[in-house]
């Protein structure tokens, strides 16, 4: 099971050992699906979710009992989708109206499909998509609508894509990027923040703010374009728009030429600083979120989006390679996500400095990439802040005192303290004379003798002195 | 409406007769290139002496030479000029350190700026936008991270740079002067700036640019972690005209504006808005001057270790009795973490800079390189 290879690699890296150990051994999920309870049609979603989902499976299935299976349906439902629109061997005619009326197939009992050609990866959950249509209907309605309402606008706008002419020569301009990520990501966030609010786990003025979703789903979605360019490439896509790549190459395929790799990795600089503008505005939507399991759910892909992000930047790798962060990393960022909004902001500032570091003067996008980290450090100060004027004001005036005590303030108080031990020693030398004691006896004989004895009449004067000092 | 696209929603607003103090100055040159540019006004200049940055006469910009120390002669120029606002950007530069400038920042600082007072309530000028600095809530030691205009200003024994002490007391003085009894419907603001930098500054971008053309780029001190704010002059310039405007208004209307949108007596934080690295910063104007290197060829020094060194520095210099190159406070700033938050400026002045720290950056090595050529070239 563990390869020679992997062996070496922990032995010299055993960080990445100890998270994925840590995370495997200490987490515990906020909350467990309750098998036993489920109808089968259930079981079989969240069957087909663990086929279709590689990275959400797991954190859908620590969701809430309550969002649990609204937001796995969700997800299949879109799947679902994905899979039309992804398969090239249905033709455009039939494509059309399978994608803008596939919202009316949530409402058709026992509704399949089995038009999807013989490679398409999901196939089998279109298929036995009766049992996603048999769980939506026990959906409370508002949750209902929100996932209809979502398909209908994700339907209508795959289905413009896929037929538009405007985009036959791939994304050209910013406003198309962000368009294209819209449509696979700002919406789903759009559902998903009114799934959270619905049931009261998000503050509702998220909704007010849907630029903050709207960013989520942006930086989720342009790093993954950044980090799979190649492998894009190679299934003969581009996201890159050409309004970025055309001022670095002339044509498309040179920016995986070898001998332009200075202009590549520039090029890429900038789409990471496109990326990294949105970074604040996902702490803040975090920020809005009031129950642990969704926001764990919402934390662990940002994280995960930072740390590619800054995996990627300044990596000449990502022009002939698939590359990922790695498995402890991703146990390690998966432990800070899981626990509340300043961990996860240390996270953001930890990488955002990180990616500072990598800067390199000679990019044209120098300063901006630094200020864009600077950004994030500064709002994550407005969240949390490092300083208080109330205490630094305090301090101030603590040192004026302190000037001002200086030196006459001491000299009182040193002569306060000696009075007041004149005071108590007189006292007390006072109340024994009272008493009976014999001081003039004592002082007599001391002004004769080097020290008090027991009994200083005794001839013997030296050797009691050595006894008395041990 | 058709000349730059830099330009802010408020454009060609009237502002009466506008008088800059120091207006041939860094700052003040810049604020009446704006004015000329973006706004509409008669404007005047008093400056100790004003041949440098000094407009064409098509401009229609009227100048006067005056010392505004010079109180009684103030008056008469400001009963002449007849001001409706005044911009008050003189200031010695700060850096000094000797008693001479300490005496020089005490007279034009503080005496300047109280018979400036004086001569705008004399006058019965309705606005006066003062030029402060941010450098007045920082002790010169410790952080300032993400401070606003809630932080204290530092004074006294804590404010070990005498610039910044002058420049505080200055700004009370005309905060003071906002609708005092006396005053005559004077209103005043303050701007405090934070890392100035731009066309005409022979202080910061030059002396980095220098340091690039010694070949000196290969040090750095501290881990660079630490956020700074750097300003281009003309967002500065531009704050001022939007608190001029302000204040107009808020003189026309009948009533005092509610706290959390008045302007008057108010002091205002004012940069770019894009804190980065303090390093990054000189990278940055390195590059734009024609660095070819990145950070490989960079040897870091702990903060610690760039003390020593400096302390060193400062008694070698001392024994030959000149000026350090290279001092304590210079390694301290570049170690300190010194960055503000703008909002107050945003929400009440509806400030947004008009030029990006990138862009201010290029234009300003740009001329530095091109000065520094025409120095030569006059040499030779």
């Known amino acids: 099971m563990v390869s020679a290879k992997s062996a070496i690699y922990y032995a010299f890296h055993p960080n990445q050992l ?18 036993s309870k489920e109808a089968p049609t259930l079981t079989s979603c969240f069957h087909f979710l663990n086929l279709t989902s590689r990275s959400f499976a797991a954190v859908i299935q620590e969701l809430n009992s309550d969002m649990l299976v609204p937001i796995a349906l969700f997800y299949l439902v879109l799947r679902g989708l994905d899979t039309i629109e992804d398969d090239m061997t249905i033709d455009a005619d039939t494509k059309e109206p399978l994608l803008r009326d596939f919202y009316k197939n949530m409402r058709t009992e026992g509704w399949t499909f089995n038009g999807n050609g013989p490679m398409e990866k999901d196939r089998e959950l279109l298929i036995h998509f009766d049992v996603v249509v048999a769980e939506l209907q026990k959906l409370k309605k508002g949750y209902y609508d929100i996932i209809e309402d979502i398909t209908i606008k994700m339907g209508n706008g795959m289905a413009d894509y896929a037929l538009g002419a405007e985009h036959k020569d791939g994304i050209e ?27 009261n786990y998000a503050n509702p003025a998220l909704m007010d703010r849907m630029e903050l979703t709207e960013s989520m789903g942006q930086f989720l979605q342009k790093t993954n374009i950044v980090r799979d360019v190649h492998e894009d490439f190679l299934d003969k896509r581009r996201f890159w728009p050409k309004a970025i790549w055309s001022k670095y190459v002339d044509k498309w395929e040179d920016i995986f030429e070898p001998k332009n790799r200075t202009l590549a990795l520039q090029c890429s600089s900038e789409m990471v600083l496109n990326a990294l503008k949105h970074a604040d505005e996902c702490l803040f939507y975090m920020a809005g979120i009031r129950e642990q399991s969704v926001f764990n759910f919402v934390a662990i892909p940002q994280s995960m989006a930072i740390a590619t992000l800054e995996l990627v930047f300044q990596n000449p790798k990502i022009f002939d390679s698939h590359i990922k962060i790695t498995k402890g990393d991703a146990c390690q960022l998966m432990i800070e996500s899981t626990q509340n909004l300043r961990v996860v902001c240390d996270t953001f500032r930890r990488y955002a400095r990180r990616i500072a570091k990598k800067n390199d003067p000679r990019d044209p996008h120098y300063l901006e990439i630094s200020s864009a980290c600077g950004k994030i ?30 030196p006459w303030e001491g000299f009182i108080l040193i002569g306060a303290a000696i009075l007041v031990l004149l005071l108590v020693s007189g006292l007390m030398i006072g109340v024994a004379w009272a008493f009976g004691a014999r001081f003039d006896a004592m002082f007599d004989k001391t002004w004769t003798q080097p020290s008090v004895l027991p009994d200083p009449s005794t001839p013997t004067t030296m050797a009691s002195v050595t006894h008395g000092e041990l | 409406m058709a000349t730059t696209t830099t330009k802010p929603p408020s454009n060609h607003t009237a502002l009466g007769r506008v008088l800059i ?30 041949e440098r940055n000094r407009r064409p006469a098509s401009d229609g910009v009227s100048y006067h030479e005056a010392d505004i120390t010079d109180a009684d002669n103030l008056l008469k120029l400001f009963g002449k000029i007849q001001p409706d606002v005044v911009i008050h950007t003189a200031s010695p530069p700060a850096q000094g350190g000797s008693a001479v400038s300490d005496a020089l920042f005490q007279k ?27 450098s007045i809530m920082s002790d010169n030691k410790n952080d300032l991270v993400n401070a606003n205009e809630t932080w204290p200003v530092i004074r006294g024994k804590e404010q070990t740079e005498y610039y910044s002490e002058t420049k505080a007391a200055a700004e009370e003085l005309v905060l003071a002067a906002n609708r005092a009894e006396d005053g005559a419907g004077l209103l005043t603001v303050s701007i405090r700036p934070a890392g100035i930098f731009g066309e005409g500054d022979v202080q910061n971008v030059y002396h980095l640019v220098n340091i690039y053309k010694q070949g000196r780029t290969n040090v750095q001190v501290g881990n660079n972690e630490n956020l700074f704010d750097f300003t281009y002059v003309e967002n500065i310039a531009h704050a001022h005209l939007l608190a001029a405007r302000a204040l ?38 390195w590059a734009a001057a024609g660095s070819d290197k990145g950070t490989a060829h960079v040897w870091t020094l702990g903060r610690e270790m760039g003390m020593v060194l400096g302390l060193m520095s400062e008694l070698v210099f001392a024994a030959l009795q000149k000026p350090p190159t290279f001092n304590r406070q210079r390694i301290a700033y570049s170690c300190m973490t010194r960055y503000y938050d703008i909002t107050k400026a945003r929400r009440r002045l509806g400030y947004k800079p008009l030029v990006s720290l990138s862009d201010g950056v290029r234009k300003t090595v740009k001329w530095t390189l091109e000065a520094q050529q025409e120095a030569v070239g006059g040499k030779l």
């Open chain 2, 108 to 134: 034009v600082n503080v005496e300047g700026t109280r018979a400036v007072v004086a001569a705008c309530r004399g006058a019965g000028v309705k606005a006066l936008v003062f030029t402060s600095s941010a």
């Open chain 1, 18 to 35: 100890r998270s994925m150990i840590q995370w495997k051994v200490w987490h515990e999920p906020v909350h467990t699906r309750d098998q």
């Open chain 2, 248 to 285: 107009l208004v808020t003189s026309q209307s009948q009533t005092t504006p509610l706290d959390y949108e008045r302007v008057d007596g108010e002091a205002f934080i004012v940069t770019n808005g894009e804190p980065v690295y303090f390093w990054d910063y000189a990278r940055a104007i």
């Open chain 2, 21 to 50: 103090i120091g207006g041939c100055g860094f700052l003040g040159h810049h604020v009446v290139s704006l004015l000329l540019r973006d706004w509409q006004a008669q404007i005047s200049v008093i400056d100790l002496r004003c």
């Open chain 1, 377 to 406: 450090e500064q709002f994550i100060e407005t969240l949390f802040p490092s300083q208080d004027p109330k205490k630094v004001a305090l301090v101030q005036d603590a040192k004026k005192d302190e000037d001002k005590m200086d």
């Open chain 1, 173 to 199: 301009t910013i406003a198309q990027y962000e368009e294209y990520c819209h449509y696979v990501a700002g919406l789903v966030g759009e559902g998903l923040t009114r799934l959270f609010v619905e049931g």
